[in-house]
């Protein structure tokens, strides 16, 4: 199944701002069991501390070290995170020692996505992220010879 994945203010009752990561999942309900497994783990208001504050792009504690304890990919730093430097870091235990000295350094949109997406696959999700939500196919007499497309006339402006 192909869905989005919205991060930040998805019901727009908020500050309105959200991206979309376009992902395939097996079910809603496998994607759900594995945050369900995490707040199993590390505690029922973990995913609150997960960049989850207005203008606070920030992770726990608790969030930084279930990412350290389930070996994230040190990679994710330095391929999706732009708001800090992370050339010194080659390791988790480099990480470590850079979060004793800034617990909590503000992250970019896409390494919080990356490292969300990336921990519930490490407790069974089995999301896979599509590469631009622009390939995913409009059905269309372009893309299915002979397909009539309907409701154009319900927008009057």
Partial sequence: ???YLPFGDWS???????????????????????QNRIREKYG??????????AWEPCFSE?????LLENEMPIEFLKEYEENNSWDDINSLDDLRAYLKEDPRPCLSIDFVEQAFIWLLN???????ILPDKNLIPCITMHTCPGFENVGYGCWDD
Avoid: L
């Fill in 1 to 3: 199944m192909i869905a």
């Fill in 12 to 34: 727009y009752d908020g500050h309105g701002r959200c991206d979309y990561v376009p992902v395939a999942i097996a079910s809603f309900e496998q994607v759900s069991e594995a």
């Fill in 44 to 53: 029922r208001y973990f995913f609150s501390d997960f960049a989850n504050e």
């Fill in 62 to 66: 608790d969030v930084w070290n279930a």
């Fill in 122 to 128: 490490e407790f069974g999700a089995k999301i896979t």
